[in-house]
Nanobody, 128 residues
């Protein structure tokens, strides 16, 4: 079982940048495909980005493509979400999630139901 803790959220002006981190502990981090999701008040949880076990494959949601990038450091057990040119509609609680059933190093997963483990979330607010 893996434990996930997000950090790096906060208040930022439109056009600004933030980098979210997700620290994993408990099991071998490279065993997990990872994802980032977000949830705004009154809305369903939304996929943002996914990365394979090796980090060699990534997938970014259309709503944030060109502005967000996902990466991981398996040696440090860390997952990142770099968010640039932030917009007010990016305001949400951001969650990292882990999939422990990926059979290879390259698959990515975009459905929340594919992830068994979740962090507690970090708030991102984009406002002037």
């Amino acid at each position: 079982q893996v434990q996930l803790v997000e950090s790096g959220g906060g208040l930022v002006q439109p056009g600004g940048s933030l980098r979210l981190s997700c620290a994993a502990s408990g099991q071998t981090f490279s065993s997990y495909a990872m994802g980032w999701f977000r949830q705004a008040p009154g809305k369903e949880r939304e996929f943002a980005a996914a990365i394979s076990r090796s980090g060699g494959s990534t997938y970014i949601a259309d709503s944030v493509k060109g502005r967000f990038t996902v990466s991981r450091d398996n040696a440090q057990n860390l997952l990142y979400l770099q968010m640039n040119n932030l917009k007010p509609e990016d305001s949400a609680v951001y969650y990292c999630a882990a999939n422990d059933r990926s059979p290879n190093l390259f698959d990515v997963y975009i459905r929340a139901s594919s992830y068994a483990y979740w962090g507690q979330g970090t708030q991102v607010t984009v406002s002037s």
